[in-house]
Structures are given as C-alpha cells and as structure tokens.
C-alpha cells in the first residue's frame, strides 16, 4: 500500500513539473480560462482549467419523406432533384422488392414534405424528439390532415444527399392541431416524437496543451472516480468521456462535475476547499458553482454537507440534498422530501426531480405517489411524469391503435385530463376513473365525428362520417360513459369477425380526439379539468 502510495505520489509530482513548465499552473502562462473554470490559486488545478468539452446539446437535422393515406388531398408533383433522392432512397429501403418509386410519388394519395427537427444529443441512441412537417410549397398538396409518414432519414441540415450519414429517422402519424381550429394549418404539423436517434454520441475533451501523460493522469483520475470505461485517451489531445449509469439523465451535470473536479487531493487542501465551498454554499457566495464543486470533490464532503440539512435557507438546503443525493448518500433525502411536500415552497419540482434522478427506487416512487395528491396540478403532473419515468405501477398504461398512449392514475381525487402535444403522445386521466354525464353531444372541429348520448341514454354512441366516400354510411359504435371506453372506441382500429365487431374503433386521430375531449371538459360533459402541454419548439 505505501508502496502504491509513493508511486502515486511520484506520479502526481512529474505531472505537476510537467504541467508547470508548459505554463498550466494558476498564474503561469496558460490560456486564460471563464472564471468557473479557474479556481483561487491555493486551491489547485482542476480538469476544467486543462481541457475544453465539446458536447453540443441539439443538432438541426433536415429531410424529405412521403407522407400517405391522404385521400385525394396529396400531389403527385415533385422537384426533380428530391424526386431522385426519394427514388433512391425508397429503392434503398425496399431492396428485395419490385416497387415502382413514382408510383407511390405520383399518386394524388400521397404528399412531398419536408422534415424539420432539433435532435437531443443522446446519453444513448434511440431517443425520440419530435419533428416538423411540411408540404412542399412547390406541390398542390392542400392537407396532411390524417396522413402518416413513411419512415424518412433526417441528416444534418443542409447536407442532403444520398452519401451523407444519417443521425435519425423519423416516421408515424401526422398531428395537426387543431386545439384552436380557427388557426390551425392543414399543410403542416408534427410527427410527435417519431424523431429516432440513431448512433451514441460521446463527449469531447480536448486537451489546450497536448501531452500524453496529462492526457493519461486526466484517464485515470475520471476512471477512479466514476467506474473503469468512463473515460478513454485518444491521443495527446483528445479524451472521450462516457457518461456514467447514474447521471444518465443529467449529462450537463456531468460534465460541470469533471471540469470542476481537482488533479491533487491531498487531505490538507481538500479540508481547505470543503470549508471553503459549504460556506458559499451555505452564505452568500456563488451557490451553483460550490454545489457542483462540493459535488466533484466527492463523499469526503458529505459530513460537512450533512450540517446545512438545518439551514434556515430553503435552496441550501435543497442544493445541500441534491449534492449528497448525487453522492450516494441519501442522508439529504428527508429534507428534500420536506421540500416536495411543501405547498408554499418555490423549490418543489426542483426536489422532486432530484429524489427521481438520484434517490433508490422505492423511494423516489413512494414521494411521487404522496405528491400526486396534491391540489396543485403542475406538481401533480411532476409526479406523475417521475411515476412515468419509474415505470410505476400506479401508472395504468395502454396504447391505443399504435400511435399514442391512454395513462390513467387513481391515487389522487383531483380528475383531470392532461394530453401532450410534444414528445410520446398521450391522453393522461389523473382521478381514473372518469365517468361522462349522461347529456352528450359535441363533435370534432371538421364535424365528421359525433358523440350522443341523451338524458337516461345507457350508452354513448359515437359516430364518424367518411368525408371523403360520401357513398358510404356513417359507421357507429355504442360506448360505455367511461372516458376511457370513449377513448378507445374512438381510436382503436377496429376488428370485425364474421360480421361483427370484436373490438369497436373508428381510427379516429389523436389530434381529434385531443379536441373532442377539450370539448367535453369545458361544456361540462366531463367534471374535470382540462390541460394540454405546450407544441414543440422547433423553429
């Protein structure tokens, strides 16, 4: 042990020489680094100081696709050039089949669009985020409204060919909203979380001085701390990092704790900055910086960290348990619990994402399920989205015709529906289960669907006309009073057996059904409150 010590010891004083002679020592010649970066001199030199990350958060990626089953409100026209590219790649997808490219591209039943996203920089692939659709204005598409996407690629912007790599696909129903009918525009939507990321992407730390023994010490120090594999030496410039299990879904943090971790962590000068980063922590310094700098030094602070659990001030506390949650230690679980719980406290979300992200199992769920009892609804919808992230029982799940999903939670007695219009697509009944009044009549913002039910009625029945095939009757199917059923009998793809329907459905689309229950809600039909999530942002 002493023997390994000493080397250790040996090693650590011939990077340091080596460190000072090419001017990285605090007041030495090196590059001037931001201030977070670059600690007071007696406190040492940090990995943040030698190297820069690069890990970019989004990348803009583009693309061309097919959009299908439009009913006549297609275009068969295309540009030349993407009408090349869709042949290709249509040939490309469908290799062992003799399929005619123009056909489908021709055709008044399907549409030329473009494909817009902003894709997450993954942990790992197959993420989802969403993606924009449009007709190309070249075409004489007049409506998406009820299409879907055949899988496309999406490549980073303005790099669109067939030799370029792509960094996603995306495919799946097109939603249009029509929550405001009075604006929405028929020519353009999402493809809700149909963005698929395709390959892992790592971080990045260049070295601004190369040298292989930095580079190496750099390796092992990251390896000893986060787990063997975390961190890889390229070359004498150049690390890749691989965010750890356990900040999987906090790789910013991440990266904030390598650059703020020490290269020296001699006993004496770990005393001096524990002290020094509480007190910040805990008065009036930079509170962000000494959270994440008390973080990258590690357990040896959790003592000190366990005194501020007392402080009279509430983020303190907060980040104090967050800190040590991180850590491991899940000695700042009762206070941050105490905040979650809080209904006057500003900090609750903020605790309750930590407790999901860094607390055991069992109790991050336990919280969330407590908190879903709340009057408030965003942080009922906080614990819900915990439960969610959790796979938690209490989270009642069902997909619905393969395109969204149907989430009801009993354990709390505020009723509400909750729908998403980014990310998964899904209708969330908080209070399940919910009944419907038994004095019904509301339709869908085209008037092609219609829900009836008079007074005393002992079922609802729900009614879709084929706009497009006047020639065929409306087709009904009779529903229980249950907002569930209602759902279901709406969108599911029905199946019929021998003349009769062993599961009712009118494929009725997401973005209808979405307005129908908003309908519902606000005329009172429904005795619950209606919430829907923001569009996604992707201009």
Same mark, same amino acid.
């Given at each position: 042990?002493?023997?390994?010590?000493?080397?250790?010891?040996?090693?650590?004083?011939?990077?340091?020489?080596?460190?000072?002679?090419?001017?990285?020592?605090?007041?030495?010649?090196?590059?001037?680094?931001?201030?977070?970066?670059?600690?007071?001199?007696?406190?040492?030199?940090?990995?943040?100081?030698?190297?820069?990350?690069?890990?970019?958060?989004?990348?803009?990626?583009?693309?061309?696709?097919?959009?299908?089953?439009?009913?006549?409100?297609?275009?068969?026209?295309?540009?030349?050039?993407?009408?090349?590219?869709?042949?290709?790649?249509?040939?490309?997808?469908?290799?062992?089949?003799?399929?005619?490219?123009?056909?489908?591209?021709?055709?008044?039943?399907?549409?030329?669009?473009?494909?817009?996203? $902003?894709?997450?920089?993954?942990?790992?692939?197959?993420?989802?985020?969403?993606?924009?659709?449009?007709?190309?204005?070249?075409?004489?598409?007049?409506?998406?409204?009820?299409?879907?996407?055949?899988?496309?690629?999406?490549?980073?912007?303005?790099?669109?060919?067939?030799?370029?790599?792509?960094?996603?696909?995306?495919?799946?129903?097109?939603?249009?909203?029509?929550?405001?009918?009075?604006?929405?525009?028929?020519?353009?939507?999402?493809?809700?979380?149909?963005?698929?990321?395709?390959?892992?992407?790592?971080?990045?730390?260049?070295?601004?001085?190369?040298?292989?023994?930095?580079?190496?010490?750099?390796?092992?120090?990251?390896?000893?701390?986060?787990?063997?594999?975390?961190?890889?030496?390229?070359?004498?410039?150049?690390?890749?990092?691989?965010?750890?299990?356990?900040?999987?879904?906090?790789?910013?943090?991440?990266?904030?704790?390598?650059?703020?971790?020490?290269?020296?962590?001699?006993?004496?000068?770990?005393?001096?900055?524990?002290?020094?980063?509480?007190?910040?922590?805990?008065?009036?310094?930079?509170?962000?910086?000494?959270? $994440?700098?008390?973080?990258?030094?590690?357990?040896?602070?959790?003592?000190?960290?366990?005194?501020?659990?007392?402080?009279?001030?509430?983020?303190?506390?907060?980040?104090?348990?967050?800190?040590?949650?991180?850590?491991?230690?899940?000695?700042?679980?009762?206070?941050?619990?105490? $905040?979650?719980?809080?209904?006057?406290?500003?900090?609750?979300?903020?605790?309750?994402?930590?407790?999901?992200?860094?607390?055991?199992?069992?109790?991050?769920?336990?919280?969330?399920?407590?908190?879903?009892?709340?009057?408030?609804?965003?942080?009922?919808?906080?614990?819900?989205?915990?439960?969610?992230?959790?796979?938690?029982?209490?989270?009642?799940?069902?997909?619905?015709?393969?395109?969204?999903?149907?989430?009801?939670?009993?354990?709390?007695?505020?009723?509400?529906?909750?729908?998403?219009?980014?990310?998964?697509?899904?209708?969330?009944?908080?209070?399940?289960?919910?009944?419907?009044?038994?004095?019904?009549?509301?339709?869908?913002?085209?008037?092609?669907?219609?829900?009836?039910?008079?007074?005393?009625?002992?079922?609802?029945?729900?009614?879709?006309?084929?706009?497009?095939?006047?020639?065929?009757?409306?087709?009904?199917?009779?529903?229980?009073?249950?907002?569930?059923?209602?759902?279901?009998?709406?969108?599911?793809?029905?199946?019929?057996?021998?003349?009769?329907?062993?599961?009712?459905?009118?494929?009725?689309?997401?973005?209808?059904? $979405?307005?129908?229950?908003?309908?519902?809600?606000?005329?009172?039909?429904?005795?619950?409150?209606?919430?829907?999530?923001?569009?996604?942002?992707?201009?």
């Amino acid at each position: 042990m002493r023997t390994y010590q000493h080397k250790k010891a040996f090693a650590l004083s011939k990077l340091f020489a080596v460190l000072f002679s090419v001017g990285f020592f605090i007041g030495g010649c090196g590059e001037p680094r931001p201030p977070e970066h670059r600690p007071a001199a007696e406190l040492g030199i940090t990995i943040g100081s030698l190297v820069e990350v690069f890990s970019p958060d989004v990348v803009a990626v583009e693309g061309y696709g097919l959009v299908g089953g439009l009913e006549g409100t297609g275009s068969g026209e295309c540009p030349p050039a993407i009408r090349a590219y869709l042949r290709r790649y249509i040939r490309q997808q469908l290799p062992e089949h003799k399929v005619d490219p123009d056909r489908f591209i021709n055709s008044r039943n399907t549409a030329v669009v473009l494909l817009r996203g $902003i894709m997450p920089v993954a942990v790992s692939k197959k993420q989802y985020f969403d993606v924009r659709v449009v007709a190309h204005p070249d075409t004489r598409t007049t409506s998406l409204k009820g299409g879907r996407l055949y899988q496309a690629e999406l490549k980073s912007a303005r790099t669109l060919d067939m030799t370029t790599k792509a960094l996603a696909t995306v495919k799946g129903p097109v939603f249009i909203d029509t929550m405001n009918s009075a604006t929405s525009e028929n020519k353009a939507g999402y493809i809700l979380g149909g963005g698929i990321v395709l390959d892992e992407y790592k971080v990045i730390a260049d070295l601004l001085r190369p040298d292989f023994r930095t580079a190496a010490f750099i390796r092992d120090k990251l390896n000893e701390r986060f787990g063997d594999g975390t961190a890889k030496a390229l070359s004498e410039s150049r690390i890749e990092l691989r965010v750890p299990a356990n900040y999987r879904e906090q790789k910013e943090r991440f990266i904030s704790v390598v650059r703020a971790m020490y290269l020296s962590d001699a006993p004496e000068i770990n005393t001096k900055r524990i002290e020094g980063f509480v007190g910040r922590l805990g008065g009036s310094g930079d509170k962000e910086q000494s959270e $994440i700098a008390l973080e990258a030094i590690g357990n040896k602070c959790l003592t000190r960290l366990a005194v501020l659990m007392e402080a009279p001030n509430e983020e303190v506390r907060l980040r104090a348990g967050r800190c040590m949650l991180n850590l491991g230690s899940d000695g700042g679980l009762g206070a941050l619990r105490r $905040i979650a719980m809080d209904g006057a406290s500003p900090y609750r979300t903020e605790a309750l994402e930590a407790i999901t992200l860094a607390a055991s199992r069992n109790d991050a769920a336990g919280i969330s399920r407590r908190v879903l009892r709340d009057p408030d609804f965003d942080i009922r919808l906080a614990a819900y989205e915990s439960l969610r992230k959790l796979d938690d029982i209490s989270v009642m799940r069902t997909v619905v015709a393969g395109d969204f999903y149907l989430e009801q939670i009993t354990q709390t007695r505020y009723k509400a529906v909750y729908v998403s219009r980014s990310g998964q697509p899904r209708i969330v009944l908080f209070g399940a289960p919910i009944r419907c009044g038994e004095d019904i009549f509301v339709e869908s913002a085209d008037g092609n669907v219609t829900l009836n039910a008079r007074p005393g009625a002992k079922y609802v029945t729900v009614i879709r006309k084929m706009a497009q095939r006047p020639d065929i009757p409306p087709i009904q199917f009779k529903s229980s009073f249950e907002l569930s059923d209602i759902i279901q009998t709406l969108c599911e793809t029905a199946i019929v057996k021998e003349g009769f329907a062993v599961r009712p459905g009118l494929n009725v689309s997401y973005a209808d059904a $979405i307005y129908i229950l908003k309908q519902m809600c606000e005329k009172g039909m429904v005795d619950a409150e209606f919430r829907a999530g923001p569009l996604p942002k992707i201009d």
